[in-house]
């Protein structure tokens, strides 16, 4: 991001940009919107977003991060204190539960982002990968309450059980 706002006007026109751009991308594709599209969606202009980002690349790594930080806030607490392996069911109902309120339900909000990037976008494909491992951490640290508590084996791979229960999740939200 090129600047943060400093003024409560200024995080306000951000957070439309933002909701918008995410919006967007979700539902056409980061190479199907333009920056006109978002700046009429978010009732700014086209000034306004690069006031605030370098370029469109700059604004889809910035929806990159706030896609992230909602998938990890809707399921914190239900990581944070999974105990037993009733708390494991009741997280995985809980993402069904999130994917089915969606408006669209075909995909998840960084799994959508995840089928952007070509090979000529390696700094998306960082983020990308970061995000998805930041998940994968924080289920697996869900996993190793699970160990601590005796609820799963103490030689569980907590991370390999984490990535399974990812690739699951992603692949049924496609398949769905």
């Not at 469109?56 to 998938?71: G, N």
């Not at 994917?99 to 998306?124: F, M, N, S």
């Not at 309450?145 to 030689?155: F, H, I, K, S, Y």
């Amino acid at each position: 991001m090129r600047s943060a706002p400093t003024t409560d006007r200024g995080r306000a026109s951000l957070e439309r940009i933002l909701d918008a751009a995410s919006q967007l991308f979700y539902l056409q594709g980061v190479r199907a919107t333009g920056l006109d599209q978002i700046a009429k969606a978010s009732k700014t202009g086209k000034g306004q977003i690069y006031h605030f980002f370098t370029s469109k690349p700059d604004l889809v790594l910035a929806v990159v991060e706030r896609q992230t930080e909602r998938v990890l806030a809707a399921q914190q607490s239900h990581l944070r204190d999974m105990a037993t392996a009733d708390d494991l069911a009741a997280w995985a109902d809980h993402l069904i539960t999130l994917h089915t309120l969606d408006d669209d339900p075909i995909r998840c909000p960084l799994g959508a982002l995840a089928a952007e990037p070509t090979e000529d976008e390696p700094t998306l494909r960082r983020a990308l990968g970061t995000a998805f491992t930041r998940w994968r951490e924080a289920i697996a640290g869900g996993l190793a309450n699970l160990v601590r508590r005796g609820e799963l084996d103490p030689a569980a791979d907590t991370t390999a059980l984490a990535e399974v229960l990812l690739g699951a999740y992603q692949g049924g939200v496609l398949l769905a």
